[in-house]
C-alpha cells in the first residue's frame, strides 16, 4: 500500500495486506499472532489516518512495533490475579431460568473467596431494584481499594446491561462515585479527597461481561470512565482491567437446557473450577491464553497435521466471539504509543488497550 492511501477498515484485508510481512518480524508462534492479531489490527484502525501517510517500510516497522507493545502489555499484567487470592466476586446474573447463582458462587468457593450474586427475583424485586443494589456494590467495591472481581452474565447491547438496563454512563458513574463521593475514612485534619484532582484508582478491579457486544460496551465504559474523570478535573490513575466475552460487532452465545450458561463463562468453569489440579488462582493470561484459545473453537474447526492443529477452518462465523481483554495503560505506557505512531505529546489516547 502506497503512502497517502487508505488503510484497510475490514480484518480480512488486514490479514492479507499486512499480516504476513508484520508476522514475519516478530519473533513468535503462528498461535500466538493469531491470539495478538484482532488486537492489532483495531489499534492500527483507531489510528489508520496516521499510518496511511507513512512510506510503505516505516508503516510496516510502526506496525511491527504496535504488535510488540501489545505483547509488552500483556507480560507486564499476564501475572494479574483474576479469581482468588482474596479477591472476592460480584455477580450479576439475568433473571432467566438455569442461570443459578451457584455460576458464581461455586467457583468463588472452590478458590477460597467470597461472592455476592445479584439476580432478579420477580416475587420480591424489581429490575431497578436489583440494578441499584448491584451499582451500589461496585461503587462500595471501587471505594475500598482492596482486589475485587466483577462478573456480569446476560444479555448485553453496546450501549447498556441490557438484563438490567444499565447503561456504561450509570456504570461508569457508580464506579467514580465509588471513590470520590464517597471517601473513605481519614485522618483528622486531612484534606478532602473529594476535591478537583482527587486522584481515580479503579487498578484493583477486574470486571468481566460476557453478554452480547461486550467488546463494544467496555470500550464505551472506559472512554466514559476518562471523560467524565476530566469534565470533574479528577485525575485518573488507573482504569480497571475489563474482560469481553465478545468480540466487536459480536454477539454471545449460551448454551440452552436445564442450564443456561453463556459459552465465554462456561469455559472458564471447565478450566479453572472442573479439572483437576486447580491452579492456586486464575490469572489474566489464563484468560488470555487458555480461554481464549478454547473460545477459538466456536465457529471453528482445527485442520491436523502430523498430529497436531496447524491452523483452523471458519465454518460458522456466526458461532465467533473471539473474547477481548482490555489491560489499564499508564502515562508511561501513553508516552511510549504516542512515540512510536509519532504522535505529539499531548495527543489524545484512550488510557486502556486491547490486548488479545
Known sequence: MAAGSEFPQDFASFQADFS??????????AKHYRQIEPSLFYLCRNHADTLAKLPDQQRLETIVKLATFIDRKRDATGDSVV?????????????????????????????GVSATVFKQDPTTDTIREVADRFLA??????????????????????????????PYQKLADA????????????????ADTTAAGTPVNLGHLVLICDDCFSADFLTNLGGTIASRCHDRGLTLTSLPIMIAGTNRDRVGHADFGEKFVPHFWKDVIELFYVRRPRPDVVTLRD???????????YGRT???????????????????????FFVPLSNEDLAALRAILGLDAAAPLPPFLDIG
Open 20 to 29: 504476513p510481512a508484520v508476522a514475519a518480524q516478530l519473533d513468535t508462534t
Open 83 to 111: 479469581i482468588g487470592g482474596n479477591r472476592p466476586l460480584t455477580g450479576l446474573l439475568d433473571p432467566a431460568r438455569g442461570l443459578e447463582p451457584q455460576e458464581i458462587t461455586a467457583i468463588a468457593a472452590g478458590y
Open 137 to 166: 456494590a461496585v461503587g462500595a467495591a471501587a471505594g475500598k481499594g482492596t482486589p475485587a472481581t466483577i462478573v456480569v452474565l446476560g444479555h448485553g447491547s453496546p450501549e447498556e446491561i441490557q438484563s438490567y438496563s444499565i
Open 175 to 190: 464506579l467514580i462515585g465509588g471513590v470520590v463521593d464517597r471517601p473513605l475514612p481519614r485522618p483528622s485534619g486531612a
Open 287 to 297: 484468560f488470555f491464553e487458555k480461554v481464549d484459545n478454547m473460545m477459538y473453537g
Open 302 to 324: 482445527p485442520i491436523v497435521q502430523g498430529g497436531g492443529v496447524v491452523s483452523y477452518k471458519l465454518v460458522d462465523p456466526t458461532l465467533c466471539q473471539d473474547p477481548v
